[in-house]
């Protein structure tokens, strides 16, 4: 549905209204970890998961551990582990017709953020597994990443949302997990239950 505005369609039109890059903002992606790299894996709990399918239809999932949960193999490969989700999978899914994939990085209280883009491939088994165990949660299945390139990402959109500012936190500003549920997703089962589904028992089963 077309709600108005006028379409950019060429890299000049783009251009045009955002500008280009500095020279040292162009030509900052690298191919290979740097030890700066490496320390700030080591920091990041949580990491953003971008892939898309063969049609280019796209998604992106949040991925979360313990800090340093994504292990560095070598310097152009890395592993994140799969923990037990909804098994949707869409985003793996998408990794077996079309093997690129976009990561972000992210240390809770920092606005800058660590990019990775690179290709993924999907492994039973691996060697390594065994030292991404959690809570006694070996991963059998692990998205090992092949980099193509990475830099750092600047804090400017973190410091707009004001992100890690405790003062702005809102969260009973939309509606609590069981009424979105109940609505969208389970509307056969009772509110009282999905509470009770999402309550404090829910963080003692995610790893199984």
């Given at each position: 549905?077309d709600?108005g505005?006028?379409p950019?369609?060429?890299?000049?039109?783009?251009?045009?209204?955002?500008?280009?890059?500095?020279?040292?903002?162009?030509?900052?992606?690298?191919?290979?970890?740097h030890?700066?790299d490496?320390?700030?894996l080591a920091?990041?709990?949580?990491?953003?998961?971008?892939t898309?399918?063969?049609?280019g239809?796209?998604?992106v999932?949040?991925?979360?551990?313990?800090?340093g949960?994504?292990?560095?193999?070598?310097?152009t490969?890395i592993?994140?582990?799969?923990?037990?989700?909804?098994?949707?999978a869409d985003?793996?899914?998408?990794?077996?017709v079309?093997?690129?994939?976009?990561?972000?990085?992210?240390?809770?209280?920092?606005g800058?953020?660590?990019?990775?883009n690179?290709?993924?491939r999907l492994l039973?088994?691996?060697?390594?597994a065994?030292?991404?165990?959690?809570?006694?949660?070996?991963?059998?299945?692990?998205?090992?990443?092949?980099?193509?390139e990475?830099?750092?990402?600047?804090?400017?959109?973190?410091?707009r949302?004001n992100?890690?500012k405790?003062?702005?936190?809102?969260?009973d500003?939309?509606?609590?997990?069981a009424?979105?549920?109940k609505?969208?997703?389970?509307?056969?089962d009772a509110?009282?239950?999905?509470?009770?589904y999402?309550?404090?028992?829910?963080?003692?089963?995610?790893?199984?």
């Amino acid at each position: 549905m077309d709600h108005g505005g006028t379409p950019i369609t060429t890299p000049d039109e783009l251009e045009q209204l955002v500008g280009t890059p500095l020279p040292a903002v162009r030509d900052k992606s690298r191919t290979r970890l740097h030890d700066l790299d490496r320390q700030w894996l080591a920091a990041s709990p949580l990491c953003f998961v971008s892939t898309a399918d063969a049609a280019g239809n796209a998604d992106v999932s949040p991925k979360g551990d313990p800090a340093g949960f994504a292990m560095v193999l070598d310097d152009t490969t890395i592993a994140i582990p799969e923990r037990p989700g909804n098994r949707r999978a869409d985003g793996f899914h998408n990794l077996l017709v079309n093997p690129h994939v976009g990561l972000l990085f992210v240390i809770p209280g920092r606005g800058d953020t660590l990019r990775i883009n690179g290709r993924g491939r999907l492994l039973r088994d691996a060697p390594y597994a065994e030292q991404m165990t959690v809570r006694g949660h070996r991963p059998t299945l692990v998205l090992e990443v092949a980099i193509d390139e990475i830099f750092s990402h600047c804090a400017k959109a973190f410091l707009r949302s004001n992100t890690w500012k405790p003062e702005t936190w809102a969260p009973d500003a939309a509606p609590r997990r069981a009424i979105i549920a109940k609505a969208l997703e389970r509307p056969n089962d009772a509110l009282e239950e999905l509470d009770d589904y999402y309550g404090p028992a829910y963080a003692a089963r995610i790893y199984g």
